[in-house]
C-alpha cells in the first residue's frame, strides 16, 4: 500500500528500564544500516550499538523481520533500548534523518489489515486488547484475536448465503430438475437454525462490549467530607489537594486507578453545597455532571456528622443512582472499619489512617466478578452488535415473509441480512470507518 517507511516509540512515556522503537517499510535493512553498528539477522536478536555519524547513542537489541514474516507484511525493525526519552527521541531523530517519518496512531496495524496480516475485526481487538481493563477483557479480546469471532460471523454468512441461493435457484429455474425442491417449511428451518446461531452471538457480543467499557466512578459528597483524601489514598499519592478549607477541589478531575488486574476511571469533585461563590457553582455543576454520566457514585459522608438531610436531597433531586455510601472519618467516630451489604452498600473507612480502604477495594473488584461472562465472549464494538441486530431484523422479515410465499422477497431479505452480517467483516470498509477504528490506536501500535 505505502512505499514510505514509518516509526514510533512503542512504550509508553516516562522512564522505563527498557524502551522499544518500531520501525515498518518496503525495504529496511539497507535503509537503516548506517547507524548500526552490527548488520541485522532476520528474526534474530542482535546487540548492536547505535551512532549519529561518530557519536555513540546507546547499546540496544535489534530483531529485524523481513517481510512478509511480520506484524506489518513490510520489513520491520524493533530496537530495544534504554528507556530513556532523550535516548529514544535521538534514535527517532536519527531514523528521521534517514527518511523514515512518524507514524500515525494505529498506522502498523493499519498496514498489517491493508497486508492481509489481520483482519478488520482483529484489528480492533489488537486495540481492545491494549486497553483492556479486567483479565476477562483480556480474555475476550484474545477470544476476537485468534479469530473465534470471525469464524462465528464466517460460519452465519455462509448459512444465509446458502439459503438465499437455494431460493434464488428455484426463482430462476422453477422448471429445472436439477434444483432441489425447497418446501417453505425446509427454507424455516434453516433460517431459524441461523436467528438462533445470531441471538447468541449478540448475547455474547452484548456481554463483551460491557467488558470493553472502562467503569467510571464519580466521587460525591459535601466539602471536607474526605473525598480528595480518599481518592488520594486509593492512588497512593497526593494527586488531588487536600486542606482542612471547605470547597479546595473547585474543578472535575479523572483519574485511572489500578486495582490489581482491573483498572478503572475515578473522578474527583467538587464538594456539593449551597454557596454563592461563582467558580464553587461551576464546579458544583461539573460535579452533578460526573455523577450523571459515572457507572456507579462513592458518596462521601463525613461520619462525625452522618448522612444529612442536605445529602439525601441532593441524592433525590439528582437521581442518583448505584451508590456506595463511605462513612469517612471513622478514627475520630472510632467505629471498626465494615462493610454492610445493603441496598445501597454502606463502608466505614478512614482515609486519613487507612483503615477499612480494603472494603472499598473489595466491592469495585467484586462489581466485576459479578459480570458474569462466559469463556466464548468476544470483546465486541457497538458496531458489531448494530449489524448483527440488522441482520436479524432482516431475516425475522424473511420468515415472515416466507409464509406469505413470496420468494422474491424472501431473497431479497437473505441478501441484506448477508450483507449487514458480512459488514462485521469489513469486506469493503469506508474510508471513514477505517479512519474511526485506527485513530483509536496508540501510537507505535
Ligand atoms: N481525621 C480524619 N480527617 C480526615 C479524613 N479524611 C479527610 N480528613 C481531613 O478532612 C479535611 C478535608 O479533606 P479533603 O480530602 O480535602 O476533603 P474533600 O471532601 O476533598 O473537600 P473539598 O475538596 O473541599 O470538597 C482535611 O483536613 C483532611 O485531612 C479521615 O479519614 N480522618
Ligand atoms: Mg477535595
Not at 104 to 132: C, M, W, Y
Request: aromatic share 6%.
Amino acid at each position: 500500500m505505502n512505499s514510505e517507511a514509518i516509526c514510533a516509540i512503542a512504550t509508553p512515556p516516562g522512564t522505563s528500564a527498557l524502551g522499544v522503537i518500531r520501525i515498518s517499510g518496503p525495504t529496511l535493512k539497507k535503509l537503516i544500516s548506517p547507524i548500526f553498528s552490527q548488520a541485522l539477522k532476520d528474526r534474530t536478536a542482535v546487540l548492536t550499538k547505535i551512532y549519529d555519524g561518530k557519536t555513540f547513542i546507546d547499546s540496544c537489541v535489534s530483531i529485524y523481520y523481513q517481510s512478509p514474516k511480520s506484524y506489518t507484511g513490510e520489513d520491520v525493525i524493533e530496537i530495544i533500548c534504554h528507556g530513556n526519552q532523550i535516548i529514544l527521541n535521538s534514535i527517532l531523530k536519527l531514523l528521521n534523518n534517514l527518511g523514515v517519518r512518524n507514524a500515525e496512531p494505529g498506522e502498523f496495524t493499519k498496514r498489517a489489515f491493508f497486508n492481509n496480516k489481520l483482519s478488520l475485526v482483529q484489528s480492533e481487538a489488537v486495540a481492545d486488547l491494549i486497553s483492556a481493563s479486567s483479565k476477562k477483557a483480556v480474555l475476550a479480546a484474545h477470544n476476537s484475536l485468534s479469530g473465534q469471532f470471525v469464524n462465528e460471523i464466517n460460519s452465519v454468512c455462509n448459512d444465509v448465503l446458502m439459503t438465499r441461493s437455494a431460493v434464488e435457484s428455484v426463482i430462476n429455474f422453477p422448471e429445472d430438475d436439477d434444483v432441489p425442491n425447497l418446501s417453505q417449511s425446509k427454507i424455516l428451518n434453516d433460517t431459524n437454525k441461523v436467528l438462533l446461531k445470531i441471538e447468541s452471538l449478540i448475547k455474547n457480543s452484548e456481554q463483551g462490549l460491557a467488558l470493553n467499557i472502562r467503569p467510571t466512578y464519580a466521587v460525591i459528597g459535601k466539602p471536607n467530607s474526605g473525598k480528595s483524601s480518599f481518592i488520594n489514598n486509593l492512588l497512593r499519592k497526593d494527586a488531588s489537594i487536600v486542606t482542612r478549607k471547605k470547597g479546595t477541589t473547585r474543578d472535575s478531575i479523572t483519574y485511572e486507578l489500578t486495582l490489581n488486574d482491573i483498572v478503572i476511571n475515578i473522578i474527583d469533585t467538587a464538594g456539593i453545597h449551597a454557596t454563592d461563590d461563582e467558580i464553587e457553582k461551576e464546579g458544583i455543576l461539573r460535579s452533578i455532571k460526573a455523577a450523571a454520566s459515572a457507572d456507579a457514585i462513592i458518596y462521601i459522608i463525613d461520619d462525625t456528622l452522618g448522612l444529612t438531610n442536605e445529602d439525601e436531597m441532593f441524592i433525590r433531586d439528582n437521581n442518583l443512582k448505584n451508590i456506595i455510601f463511605v462513612f469517612n472519618k471513622i478514627d475520630l467516630t472510632e467505629k471498626s472499619p465494615k462493610i454492610d451489604f445493603t441496598k445501597p452498600p454502606k463502608i466505614y473507612l478512614s482515609a486519613k489512617t487507612g483503615e477499612g480502604m480494603h472494603l472499598i477495594k473489595q466491592i469495585i473488584k467484586e462489581s466485576f466478578e459479578s459480570n458474569n461472562t462466559t469463556e466464548n465472549v468476544f470483546l465486541a464494538r457497538t458496531r458489531h452488535i448494530e449489524h448483527l441486530k440488522d441482520g436479524l431484523a432482516h431475516l425475522t422479515k424473511c420468515n415472515r415473509l416466507i409464509s406469505e410465499g413470496s420468494l422474491d422477497l424472501v431473497a431479497e431479505e437473505l441478501r441484506l441480512s448477508h450483507l449487514e452480517i458480512s459488514a462485521i467483516l469489513g469486506q469493503n470498509p469506508t474510508e471513514d470507518l477505517l479512519t474511526k477504528i485506527f485513530t483509536s490506536f496508540c501510537i507505535g501500535k
